[in-house]
């Protein structure tokens, strides 16, 4: 039989004892804060050129998600991360939190999944969403770097789509994301249902981070991205549905952000938004990013600087800058 299912009370304390705790780097970094996403560390390709990551000593790093689908996966990643710089973060994509088929019936699933990745981090001194937000003192700061777990609910779907049709809408262009199958939403009854106590859960905790450093901008670290203006997918537009809420629509005016990281597109992008840069910094499937393979570029060239990046934009709206690299 399968392990019995934690209640909701249990899952619930243990979230704010893991948010309550702290785990501190274990330097005070003075240079730059670079970030990374969708290692997929499952595709050789991506192992060997995440293990040509040369040392970066006085940076920092945001692992923005999905670095893969195991916890030797994650292991690696923190592993040669917090070798290479000298403090580290990390939030889960939806990849960390699936449940393989070879984790067998027991396999942990949900809260509980996510709960075991943020422990392998720990092991690192990676902080994690599930940490306080630490301060960052080198170039660009002082800022509060911020990593949050939000999910999806389906909402980033055309206004004539329901919630209840939104999935067979998008199996209609063939379309459907795995997580259907191996991303479960464990204890709570769907993922929009745990989307949405995420979103109330990390909106509190931002909010309490302005309110402790009233003066200071935040780096909000999210795997999806938090505007659904920033989503474009010209081959799969129909997976928008899997890529965040209008939930977090504001959260860069509301909370004071001075960047925003995200993943999940593969499609690498830096936009501005009332004054707020965004940046999508995943490196991708090896097949996306073989074009900067054949330059003789890996990880390295595709690490993008977050903090103090480029000039900021004080007012009006800018081009989107589609970038290969960088």
């Known amino acids: ?31 730059r804060l670079y970030a990374i ?12 050129a995440w293990s040509r990551l040369t040392p970066h000593p006085g940076d920092g790093l945001i692992l923005c998600g999905d670095v893969g689908e195991s916890a030797d996966h994650l292991r690696l990643a923190c592993s040669k991360a917090t070798e290479c ?12 939190l699936y449940t393989l088929p070879s984790a067998g019936p027991s396999g942990p699933r949900g809260e509980q999944k996510y709960r075991e990745c943020v422990e392998v981090a720990r092991e690192y001194n990676v902080l994690t969403p599930e940490d306080d937000f630490a301060v960052w003192e080198g170039r660009g700061g002082p800022a509060v770097v911020a990593p949050v777990f939000t999910l999806y609910d389906y909402s980033f ?22 997580d259907e199958f191996l991303l479960h939403p464990d204890p709570h009854p769907s993922r929009q249902a745990w989307c949405a106590a995420l979103v109330e859960r990390f909106a509190a905790k931002l909010a309490a981070a302005n309110a402790r450093f009233p003066t200071l901008p935040l780096v909000v670290a999210n795997h999806w991205p938090l505007r659904e203006d920033l989503v474009a ?21 509301r909370f004071g952000a001075k960047v925003v990281v995200s993943g999940h597109l593969h499609i690498r992008r830096t936009d501005w938004r009332d004054g707020c840069r965004f940046e ?27 903090l103090p990046g ?13 970038r290969i690299y960088g």
Not at 85 to 96: K, L, S
Not at 158 to 174: H, I, T, Y
Not at 234 to 251: K, M, N, Q
């Open 280 to 306: 999508e910094v995943s490196l991708g499937y090896p097949r996306q990013w073989k074009r900067c393979a054949e330059m003789g570029m890996g990880v390295e060239e595709l690490l993008r600087e977050i």
């Open 157 to 178: 779907r055309p206004d004539g789509v329901s919630l209840e049709g939104a999935v067979a809408w998008a199996r209609e262009a063939d379309t459907e994301a795995t």
């Open 37 to 48: 996403a969708d290692l997929h560390l499952s595709f050789a390709d991506n192992r060997t």
């Open 85 to 96: 710089f000298d403090a580290v973060w990390w939030c889960p994509g939806n990849h960390e």
């Open 233 to 253: 997918l010209r081959l799969i537009p129909r997976f928008s549905l899997w890529c965040g809420t209008r939930l977090t629509d504001d959260w860069h005016r």
């Open 310 to 322: 480029p000039e900021g934009v004080k007012m009006g709206e800018v081009p989107t800058q589609w």
């Open 1 to 31: 039989m399968g392990q019995a299912p934690s209640s909701p009370n249990s899952l619930c304390t243990e979230s704010t004892r893991l948010m309550q705790s702290q785990t501190p780097p274990t330097k005070k970094p003075a240079g």
